[in-house]
């Protein structure tokens, strides 16, 4: 008996048993906070997704000058958030809930509802606190107000959906000119030739005749060319009163572009070169810019 007790005792001498007693209080404490975190678990389990809606979480992160950061040590010291109801209507007597948590909560909900940033286009208050223009109707958005080009105007890739050729060339125009470039863009609606054959008739024009009702110019006319177009009487174009009309000599301008197959996806100087057979066929290209904008402001107008 004594001879197998005693070849225990090297081993028992070599034991700290201070190592072993740190270690037991270690797990007992490990043992509480596994108990306190399963408990806090179940507590955030009881929160339905109308509660937390309630709370507004959300709202109080996004505010700019509040940056409300909530831990997993923040959402402890909450505490009993499964009574969400009773925070939102200022209930702090709930058993579950921490009345010094709940106050600061309701506190930080009003001041974000206080204090909401206005959208981008959206009236904004004044100095005096006044709101300078009426808030935007239900289901009207400022931003895409805002973003939003003027309804029936085309964009200039829709005007020149193949890019410029050669540089481009502007000319101020006159009140007259830009009559004589309304009744154009008008014609070509009338005819049906869409925004793209508008700036291939107001680009024509522009290079035939700046936009300019002509005439007969005596020594300096180019045989017997007339009117915006520079149409010839004499190769069937119609009498000198009909092609110095701008609608008429819009109208000859299109039906002779309608008759060019494929006009619609030429390069704006070879669809207008097919029609006015010119000395000069690639000079229509310079005007394109120009009359893509002359379009764009006045497609629209009634």
Known sequence: MKTRFTRWLPAIAQTDFRQYAQTKIEQA???RRLER?????????????YQIRRLDLGRLVEGNRRKVVLTVAGVAAVGGLAAGPA?????????NVNPAAAAQLRQAVVAEKTDVKPLVGQPTPDAAGQVQAAAPKTGDSPVRKVAEKPADKPSLGELIPYGTQGQQVSTPLSAD?????RAIVQTAKREGVGERGAVIGVATSLQESKLENLGHLGASNDHDSLGLFQ????SGWGTPAQVTDPDYAASAFFNGLKRVNGWQNMP???AAQTVQVSAFPFAYAQWENQAAHIVQDLWSNK
């Open 29 to 31: 404490d490990l043992g």
């Open 231 to 234: 149409q010839r009487p004499s």
């Open 87 to 95: 925070l939102a209507s200022g209930d702090s007597t709930s058993p």
């Open 268 to 270: 704006l100087t070879e």
């Open 37 to 49: 975190a399963k408990a806090l678990q179940a507590d955030l389990r009881g929160l339905t997704q």
């Open 177 to 181: 000119q830009w009559d004589n470039a």
